[in-house]
Nanobody, 124 residues
Framework: QVQLVESGGGLVQAGDSLRLSCTIS????????MGWFRQAPGKEREFVAT????????YYADSVKGRFLISRDNTKNTVYLQMNSLKPEDTAVYYC?????????????????WGQGTQVTVSS
């Protein structure tokens, strides 16, 4: 059974930084892309960032471009989301997801499994 476990969320002030981590286990496929999504109260889940298996491709939502950085360590089966210059509008539950393909994707339906989410709250 595939499991994704996120960590690193919390309550911070505007302008602060946080680093989220997501560790995946139980995946038999050895080449998989990863993504981060978020869902704010009353809103739909939205794409944040994605990274290819080989880390040679990354994509970001316009709202986080230049502030967030996605990376991965395949030796640790872990993907990271470094979030800098956080804004109150970044407040959401952040989810990591995997897809059974080494290529990136920005749509929810392209992903095969999800973590339980970690809360990020940014106060003004």
């Amino acid at each position: 059974q595939v499991q994704l476990v996120e960590s690193g969320g919390g309550l911070v002030q505007a302008g602060d930084s946080l680093r989220l981590s997501c560790t995946i286990s139980g995946l038999t496929s050895n080449r998989y892309a990863m993504g981060w999504f978020r869902q704010a109260p009353g809103k739909e889940r939205e794409f944040v960032a994605t990274i290819a298996w080989s880390s040679d491709r990354t994509y970001y939502a316009d709202s986080v471009k230049g502030r967030f950085l996605i990376s991965r360590d395949n030796t640790k089966n872990t993907v990271y989301l470094q979030m800098n210059s956080l804004k109150p509008e970044d407040t959401a539950v952040y989810y990591c997801a995997y897809r059974r393909s080494p290529l990136t994707a920005t749509t929810l339906s392209a992903y095969n499994g999800w973590g339980q989410g970690t809360q990020v709250t940014v106060s003004s």
